[in-house]
């Protein structure tokens, strides 16, 4: 993995070029934890490009970056990992004849590979995780390019006629030629999901790059043209919706068989490489196929209390599969010392409390490894949540109700929860979930109340709702569940998941890889019937079957729980304090953005237990501990 940057414009012909280094060097300094190993700088007249290099494959010279082609016309600083980049080498040595090749680096088989088989073909044939940019010296065009699922992140604009990208936000708040506010209508956003959903970011000319498209960019325009896209999920999914037609055995024998392919390829690297274990399914699965293969390290994190705490399950699963394994249990302590890191760690608001033993869990496995497999995706693609899973079994027979009498029900619902169950902040979460569908009028507002989780907006003194599904006639013919799980791809896993892990394992220097990430997979789930994914109240049938033949069904088969902290108990005891703070603070009040008075009725109710407000308080305090750490 690495850190890029960079930018360009006709108006830095005017500038020295000692200065136009000085400014893009500044950027990759703010990308050093995404690259501790190595880090350059390229410039020309109009444009500078920066990289920032975390050594997983070549740990030579040789795959130094920016990188220019064999012909010298192709200029690039990439981040990633291309899985497939060996076939690819193999096929450009079939069709063009023997290259000589200055190195094993899978940067310098995609520059190669743009130069002979061209941009969009190139694009189509990689598997893995990637974002780049690429200078075309003979056309003047900037190229900017993110994988299929969103892995790797990349931000781009313009701002006083500069063109600028970069793998985060920090650098490119760093360059002085641009002149930055924030975008109030992306707070707004925030406040309603706990993330900024693409394409835009918590600044105003800013954006992300959706998954799977590409953007050129010409030196002579100083318009923004629109990304286009060389991969999608939706259509994808449409193509192979319900395709299979084979028995449940027989579609374990063919996730087994593409599961272990793909982690057979994201097994190579030159630096040691492990693997989270949560105890869960997913991660299970992953670790289980991994040690036919390898015996792998594997790492877990675990909360004090039992209702939070999965770590003895993953502690179990290791040991049954003989993995080297090696756990850590979170204290206030370590609450306390990574809390005032995580904004800087997420340079723009993130609200998902799981960031923080994310953070933890990325720190452990960096001492030991530097690269690690997760099981992330699987939820995505094959019906994890508990949104997918309650939706398929009770919405259509909710939404045949008169609202009126649903609302009604709802409310009832919220009263009797905090009526009997004060103490269970985790089945209190759980049914407040459930309990949001009866308060949604269509299919929109159910997948807005689950990304929401039934939190209102009425503490925002300027409030617009604006919903994520907007797909036009795609989901005519779709089952609501995968309806809801072909949104989760295109806007929960890129924008909230992906972050999370991406800028928690990079805060370290630690690479992380999602084998359920793979094409060939996706095409798979999507061609799968709903019922082998979603069985009554079980999501992820299909896994469930294929582990039962590894594990014993009592190591896993349980409610999923995921780093889901105990975030209620932490904001009540350790973050007492430090949230008091932010949310006391008068320059909260003097934004005039929130309404102060219900925010701190909600925190009194909190702390009292007389209601569970903490994912409401933590989007709050995220964004004003944001705004103070970044001085705005």
């Keep these: 993995m690495c850190g890029i940057a960079g930018f360009f414009s006709k108006e830095l012909d005017g500038i020295d070029r000692n200065k136009k280094e000085i400014i893009v060097?500044?950027?990759?300094?703010?990308?050093?934890?995404?690259?501790?190993?190595?880090?350059?700088?390229?410039?020309?007249?109009?444009?500078?490009?920066?990289?920032?290099?975390?050594?997983?494959?070549?740990?030579?010279?040789?795959?130094s970056q920016p990188m220019h082609s064999s012909s010298g016309r192709l200029t690039i600083v990439f981040n990633g990992e291309i899985y497939n980049h060996l076939d690819i080498r193999k096929e450009i040595s079939n069709k063009y004849g023997p290259?000589?090749?200055?190195?094993?680096?899978?940067?310098?088989?995609?520059?190669?590979?743009?130069?002979?088989?061209?941009?969009?073909?190139?694009?189509?044939?990689?598997?893995?995780?990637?974002?780049?940019?690429?200078?075309?010296?003979?056309?003047?065009?900037?190229?900017?390019?993110?994988?299929?699922?969103?892995?790797?992140?990349?931000?781009?604009g313009n701002n006083n006629n500069i063109n600028f990208f970069a793998s985060e936000l920090k650098p490119i708040m760093s360059n002085e030629l641009l002149n930055l506010s924030v975008d109030e209508y992306s707070i707004n956003l925030h406040q309603s999901y706990g993330f900024i959903p693409q394409p835009r970011t918590i600044l105003n000319d800013v954006f992300k790059l959706p998954p799977g498209s590409y953007i050129e960019i010409s030196l002579d325009s100083n318009e923004l043209p629109a990304p286009k896209s060389y991969w999608s999920a939706n259509s994808s999914y449409k193509k192979y919706n319900n395709r299979f037609s084979g028995?449940?055995?027989?579609?374990?024998?063919?996730?087994?068989?593409?599961?272990?392919?793909?982690?057979?390829?994201?097994?190579?690297?030159?630096?040691?490489?492990?693997?989270?274990?949560?105890?869960?399914?997913?991660?299970?699965?992953?670790?289980?196929?991994?040690?036919?293969?390898?015996?792998?390290?594997?790492?877990?994190?675990?909360?004090?209390?039992?209702?939070?705490?999965?770590?003895?399950?993953?502690?179990?699963?290791?040991?049954?599969?003989?993995?080297?394994?090696?756990?850590?249990?979170?204290?206030?302590?370590?609450?306390?010392?990574?809390?005032?890191?995580?904004?800087?760690?997420?340079?723009?608001?993130?609200?998902?409390?799981?960031?923080?033993?994310?953070?933890?869990?990325?720190?452990?496995?960096?001492k030991h490894v530097s690269v690690a497999l997760s099981g992330d995706g699987a939820d995505e693609l094959f019906g994890g949540y508990t949104r997918h899973i309650s939706s398929n079994k009770w919405w259509p027979l909710i939404n045949k109700i008169p609202f009126n009498l649903r609302s009604k029900t709802f409310n009832f619902y919220k009263d009797i929860n905090f009526l009997f169950l004060k103490n269970s902040t985790?089945?209190?979460?759980?049914?407040?979930?459930?309990?949001?569908?009866?308060?949604?009028?269509?299919?929109?507002?159910?997948?807005?109340?689950?990304?929401?989780?039934?939190?209102?907006?009425?503490?925002?003194?300027?409030?617009?709702?604006?919903?994520?599904?907007?797909?036009?006639?795609?989901?005519?013919?779709?089952?609501?569940?995968?309806?809801?799980?072909?949104?989760?791809?295109?806007?929960?896993?890129?924008?909230?998941?992906?972050?999370?892990?991406?800028?928690?394992?990079?805060?370290t220097g630690l690479e992380t890889r999602a084998p359920f990430l793979n094409t060939n997979i996706f095409n798979f789930a999507a061609s799968l019937p709903i019922d082998y994914k979603i069985k009554g109240t079980k999501g992820k049938f299909l896994q469930r079957q294929l582990l039962e033949k590894m594990l014993p069904v009592e190591m896993f088969d349980r409610p999923k729980q995921g780093f889901e902290p105990p975030l209620g108990m932490w904001l009540k005891g350790p973050l007492k304090d430090w949230a008091s703070y932010i949310i006391e603070s008068q320059s909260m009040a003097n934004r005039g953005y929130h309404n102060p008075d219900i925010i701190k009725a909600r925190w009194n109710e909190h702390l009292k237990s007389k209601a569970d407000w903490s994912k409401f308080l933590w989007n709050v305090i995220t964004l004003e501990s944001w705004r103070i750490e970044n001085n705005i």
């Design 25 to 63: 060097s500044k950027m990759i300094s703010a990308l050093k934890h995404r690259g501790p190993d190595d880090d350059d700088v390229w410039v020309s007249e109009s444009v500078a490009l920066g990289h920032s290099r975390l050594a997983i494959l070549d740990l030579s010279k040789n795959g």
């Design 99 to 156: 290259r000589s090749w200055k190195g094993t680096s899978d940067t310098e088989t995609i520059i190669e590979s743009i130069e002979v088989n061209g941009l969009k073909k190139t694009l189509k044939s990689i598997e893995g995780m990637f974002a780049f940019a690429l200078w075309d010296s003979s056309k003047k065009k900037l190229i900017l390019a993110r994988d299929k699922f969103g892995e790797k992140p990349l931000y781009y």
């Design 247 to 366: 028995s449940i055995e027989e579609s374990n024998m063919v996730l087994e068989r593409l599961l272990t392919e793909s982690i057979k390829r994201q097994l190579i690297s030159d630096v040691p490489l492990g693997a989270f274990l949560s105890g869960g399914i997913d991660s299970s699965l992953v670790v289980a196929l991994m040690s036919k293969l390898v015996t792998p390290k594997t790492f877990s994190i675990g909360f004090q209390g039992d209702e939070y705490d999965e770590s003895k399950y993953a502690k179990r699963i290791a040991k049954y599969l003989q993995t080297d394994h090696t756990e850590f249990i979170v204290s206030d302590k370590d609450l306390l010392n990574v809390v005032p890191d995580l904004q800087k760690i997420y340079d723009e608001p993130l609200s998902d409390a799981s960031q923080i033993p994310m953070v933890l869990l990325s720190r452990l496995t960096k």
């Design 426 to 507: 985790k089945q209190i979460n759980r049914i407040q979930k459930i309990a949001g569908v009866f308060n949604s009028r269509s299919d929109d507002e159910l997948y807005y109340s689950f990304l929401s989780e039934g939190q209102n907006s009425d503490h925002l003194n300027n409030h617009e709702k604006d919903f994520l599904s907007n797909q036009d006639n795609f989901f005519a013919d779709m089952k609501i569940a995968e309806k809801l799980m072909i949104l989760d791809i295109n806007h929960y896993l890129p924008d909230n998941v992906l972050v999370k892990v991406d800028r928690a394992a990079m805060s």
